[in-house]
């Protein structure tokens, strides 16, 4: 495939939202590459250019789920072409996370191998990582064909791959999971908006509900966490939340963003409807 094949839309038209979006995603790589080469990353570069690339990877999962809620909600349909560059991306960055996790272990295979065996989150990790190849190798036109219905029912596997990559991260995270927890919440946001009746889907009264359920569901899986790794009272966990001397915990700062997304609707649907009012005088009928 040429390489102008990436940036075409589905009609083969060269289109500045694809090429956009894939200098967007290559940009997280590139700054990681300058960064390590000129040494800005600290004493562990390859342990930063991990987490990097493993936290772009667990971004664009997310990213690539939200594309449907961003159709129905902004009315956006050109959205659907991003999204199987979107997980392909993800698949790459995954790879890229796995070939640096080889490169610390100075191409010890036999090490990586054992480690991935042996330790519980990499073994989590690599099932995701097997997961979204097989996602990425399968999203092409071809295979969607010959898999027919089966296509879709493997394609939602990507919720389950979402749950085990946040769990992986979590887990890695040892002591503050925030970053996680956060992540958590967007998720339970996008799963609880495709659990939404369809009717209800484009409608924009739901938001505030999902925006407050995501952020409890992200809490108590917080308070939940602390409390069986660390043996912290969870209900201390859980009232955290309204203390925000130190800035919104993660749970509520979820929320808040999933909140932010009533006001983006809301001008988005207003722009459409003043540039659809600027495109048709009062009282013109279309084609005449
Ligand atoms: C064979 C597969 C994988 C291996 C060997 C692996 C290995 C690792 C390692 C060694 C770390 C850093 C742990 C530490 O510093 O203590 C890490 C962190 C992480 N990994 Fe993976 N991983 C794999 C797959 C994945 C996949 C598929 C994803 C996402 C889709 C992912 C997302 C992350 C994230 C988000 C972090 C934390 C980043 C941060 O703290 O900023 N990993 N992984």
Redesign the pocket.
């Known amino acids: 495939m040429r390489l102008t094949g990436l940036i075409r839309d589905p009609a083969g038209r060269l289109s500045a939202l694809k090429a956009a979006t894939l200098l967007l995603m290559l940009w997280p790589g590139v700054d990681l590459a300058i960064a390590w080469s000129s040494h800005d990353l600290g004493p562990r570069p390859v ?1 930063e250019v ?3 690339t ?2 772009w ?2 971004r664009l ?1 997310l990213i690539s789920l939200a594309v449907t809620p961003a159709r129905a909600l902004l009315d956006w349909s050109r959205v659907v072409m991003l999204r199987r560059m979107i997980g392909v991306g ?1 698949a790459c960055y ?1 790879v890229a ?2 070939v640096l ?1 080889c490169v ?1 272990k100075k191409w010890d295979l036999w090490m990586v191998a054992s480690e ?1 065996v042996l330790r519980f989150y ?1 073994t989590v ?2 099932v ?2 097997l997961g ?1 190849l097989a996602l990425a190798i399968t999203s092409t036109d071809g295979w969607q064909k010959q898999l027919g219905q089966n296509w879709k029912r493997l394609h939602r596997s990507l919720y389950w791959l979402a749950v085990l ?1 946040l769990f ?2 979590a887990i ?3 002591a503050d999971i925030s ?1 996680a927890v956060f992540l958590v919440g967007l998720f339970a946001w996008l799963m609880l908006w495709r659990v939404l009746p369809r009717r209800w889907q484009q409608k924009v009264w739901p938001l505030p509900e999902l925006a407050l359920a995501a952020g409890l569901i992200a809490a108590l899986v917080e308070a939940g966490w602390y409390g069986v790794r660390n043996h912290v009272n969870p209900l201390m966990v859980l009232q955290a939340n309204l203390d925000i001397d130190f800035g919104p915990r993660p749970a509520v700062a979820a929320a808040l963003l999933a909140v932010a997304l009533v006001g983006v609707v809301a001008v988005r649907r207003a722009v459409k409807r003043w540039s659809k009012g600027r495109a048709l005088p009062k009282g013109a009928v279309r084609g005449a």
């Open positions: 342990t991990i987490h990097g493993g936290l990877a667990i999962m993800a995954a996370h796995l996790f610390d991935i990499l990790g690599f995701v990582l979204l990559a992986h991260y890695q995270s040892k970053d």
